[in-house]
């Protein structure tokens, strides 16, 4: 085990890969990228080699409590992941963050790049949710990447290209970051419905998650996440319905309880 990047990484393994790509997600809107990355994480059973020690970019506003007792301050787990392919095609970098860096953004980043572009790394892929007015049968998968070449094949791939937007937090500005190291990269954005913005969406981590092993060229069990999926659609549909019922019975009157007009002269 060995420190670097001023005793903010602790490098436990530093694995031998073959031209390896990175993956990275933080939790955001409704926890697409977060669940679809830890899926294929579990699912690849990728192992652990590295981590960024949290204090200097995390602010601690509150502590937890067991059994009534005070703990001391706890940081968000920030890890670095490999996984080893058979054959000749790429390795996979994961990284994974507890929680969103809440100052040095930009530093983090850069952290980030440094221990992956040692690594190999070339090419950097985070996901996201992306916001929509109403409740899609099937979520579609937007892309934005880092050049025209890149571009292009997402949209081979049958890929929303939407066009002038904003993608928030790391899991946007990590690509920028590596995009000013001449690396190339590409964001997955999962449909949501703006209005379930603060509930988890695994019907929009499922079709990330879909895109993102065809790009990898990654089979893995999609099994769980179908079913969990198929169980949050189907409560959001009941919870559509209620919705509604609920507005009809609020603001409609039945006529034999309606005031009769008074008589017009």
């Not at 067991?66 to 996979?92: A, H, I, M, S, T």
């Not at 992956?116 to 099937?138: D, M, N």
């Not at 006529?255 to 017009?264: A, I, M, S």
Request: negative net charge; contains cysteine; glycine residues 6%.
């Amino acid at each position: 085990m060995k420190k670097s990047h001023d005793d903010q990484v602790t490098i436990r393994k530093e694995p031998r890969l073959y031209n390896p790509c990175l993956l990275a997600a933080w939790p955001g809107v409704a926890n697409v990228a977060l669940e679809a990355t830890t899926y294929l994480k579990d699912k690849l059973q990728a192992e652990e080699f590295a981590e960024i020690e949290a204090q200097s970019f995390f602010e601690v506003t509150g502590v937890y409590v067991e059994k009534n007792l005070v703990q001391p301050p706890r940081f968000p787990e920030n890890k670095f992941y490999y996984w080893k392919r058979k054959g000749k095609e790429g390795d996979l970098i994961l990284f994974l963050g507890e929680a969103q860096p809440s100052t040095k953004t930009r530093e983090f980043a850069d952290m980030i790049l440094d221990v992956v572009q040692r690594l190999g790394v070339k090419t950097v892929y985070t996901c996201a949710a992306a916001l929509i007015s109403h409740f899609p049968e099937q979520p579609r998968v937007w892309a934005a990447a880092t050049d025209g070449e890149m571009l292009e094949e997402m949209e081979k791939q049958g890929l929303v290209l939407k066009g002038d937007f904003f993608i928030a937090g790391m899991n946007g500005l990590l690509l920028s970051m590596a995009k000013q190291r001449d690396m190339k990269g590409v964001c997955l954005l999962g449909e949501t419905p703006r209005y379930l913005s603060e509930m988890r969406n695994p019907t929009a981590s499922q079709a990330v998650l879909r895109v993102l092993t065809r790009l990898l060229g990654v089979e893995i069990d999609m099994t769980e996440i179908n079913n969990l999926a198929a169980q949050s659609r189907q409560q959001i549909e009941e919870l559509i319905k209620e919705s509604r019922r609920q507005f009809i019975s609020d603001f409609t009157v039945p006529l034999w309880e309606r005031p009769q007009e008074e008589d017009q002269e």
